[in-house]
């Protein structure tokens, strides 16, 4: 019978936990070249700086599909590099949605599927930040020249 590796990263101070999970899976070989998502539950809910630092992780691994989700949304990272398509499953997530900038201000975003759509509309810190929209459609577009967050309700009925 084989057990569990445990690993000692308590030495490392400069990074969270979440990352030190994350870099892991990165270097498995046995996962190279793969599309992974990696779907982190309660990653949301608890201490602000926390939360913060869990969006950081997002930032830190672009290249990885990393969700956030807590009991009451879910947070993922859309890069710039992409144009993205996303699904949406009424039955367990929306209608509210949002699209925040992160890492600087983003000059162009166009949206569809949405109650209040973008159409080369900046967004910032400061400015405008796309909380509190409604998902109308099936599929939600988005397409930026800076990375965004998307984030979604989550339905608890």
């Given at each position: 019978?084989?057990?569990?590796?445990?690993?000692?990263?308590?030495?490392?101070?400069?990074?969270?936990?979440?990352?030190?999970?994350?870099?892991?899976?990165?270097?498995?070989?046995?996962?190279?070249?793969?599309?992974?998502?990696?779907?982190?539950?309660?990653?949301?809910?608890?201490?602000?700086?926390?939360?913060?630092?869990?969006?950081?992780?997002?930032?830190?691994?672009?290249?990885?599909?990393?969700?956030?989700?807590?009991?009451?949304?879910?947070?993922?990272?859309?890069?710039?590099?992409?144009?993205?398509?996303?699904?949406?499953?009424?039955?367990?997530?929306?209608?509210?949605?949002?699209?925040?900038?992160?890492?600087?201000?983003?000059?162009?975003n166009k949206t569809t599927g949405?109650?209040?759509?973008?159409?080369?509309?900046?967004?910032?810190?400061?400015?405008?930040?796309?909380?509190?929209?409604?998902?109308?459609?099936?599929?939600?577009?988005?397409?930026?020249?800076?990375?965004?967050?998307?984030?979604?309700?989550?339905?608890?009925?």
């Amino acid at each position: 019978m084989q057990g569990t590796e445990v690993i000692d990263a308590s030495d490392d101070q400069d990074t969270t936990d979440l990352h030190k999970c994350i870099a892991y899976i990165q270097d498995l070989p046995n996962l190279k070249n793969q599309n992974v998502c990696v779907l982190v539950a309660g990653a949301l809910g608890g201490r602000f700086d926390h939360e913060v630092g869990n969006i950081n992780v997002l930032c830190r691994f672009s290249s990885m599909r990393i969700i956030l989700l807590s009991d009451d949304c879910l947070i993922q990272l859309l890069p710039s590099s992409h144009h993205h398509e996303i699904h949406i499953q009424h039955n367990v997530e929306g209608p509210h949605c949002g699209l925040i900038p992160i890492g600087g201000p983003s000059t162009s975003n166009k949206t569809t599927g949405l109650e209040w759509n973008l159409s080369d509309t900046e967004m910032r810190f400061g400015g405008l930040v796309s909380t509190s929209n409604i998902v109308k459609g099936e599929i939600v577009t988005v397409q930026s020249d800076s990375d965004l967050l998307w984030t979604i309700s989550i339905r608890k009925e």
